[in-house]
């Protein structure tokens, strides 16, 4: 797998302060995306056990929340079997600490079997997750006012409780932010 960037100390992709992981790879090319570049399989740089370890070892400070995962499409098939370890091992390292990831699929289509986007590592690689935006950018429902996602048909997830309960629940935020109001 290949990433496009890593952003230490990120405040646009999840609750506090955050590492966050842009890979590379994405057939969804939604219209309006904010980093094409990032569709090729081929673009930025080899995800590596050096890339991993300065990952986990920047998750280290207590004010960093965790880590966000974007793409690309890390939802990707073929990204799925890199991340689904490396979150594995996140997880392990900082159990307290968040992950978020964000991607074009639905829940619904990834835990389906049946689907083409689920893969032998995609329930293991989902049990590691704290929060998932998902859904397709849609540039004709894209609203600035959304907090953590980029058009109205994207849903913020609570992992655990949908995968306890076996369908999406929404993540709640706190209420100061859910009502745009200070």
Known sequence: MKYAA???????NGTG?????????????????????????DFGE???HETERQIIESLEPDYIA????????PMEPRNQWT????LQRVKQAYPQKTIWLYTGDTLEDLLDPASNRHTE??????????????GL???ELKDITLRFRGSSNQRLLDIPKSLETG?????????????HTM
């Not at 302060?17 to 399989?41: A, Y």
């Not at 590592?121 to 998902?134: A, E, F, G, K, P």
Request: proline share 3%.
């Open 137 to 139: 950018f849609m540039q």
């Open 46 to 48: 080899e995800f590596t």
């Open 121 to 134: 590592c995609t329930n293991d690689l989902l049990s590691c997750l704290d929060v998932m935006v998902d």
């Open 83 to 86: 991340l689904a370890p490396f």
């Open 66 to 73: 965790g880590l966000a995962v974007l793409g690309g499409e």
């Open 17 to 41: 302060v955050r590492t966050t992981l842009f890979v590379s790879g994405c057939t969804h090319h939604c219209k309006g995306c904010f980093q094409p570049e990032t569709w090729s399989f």
């Open 167 to 179: 369908s999406a629940v929404l993540w709640e935020d706190e209420e100061v932010y859910s009502t």
């Open 6 to 12: 890593i952003k230490y100390f990120d405040i646009a």
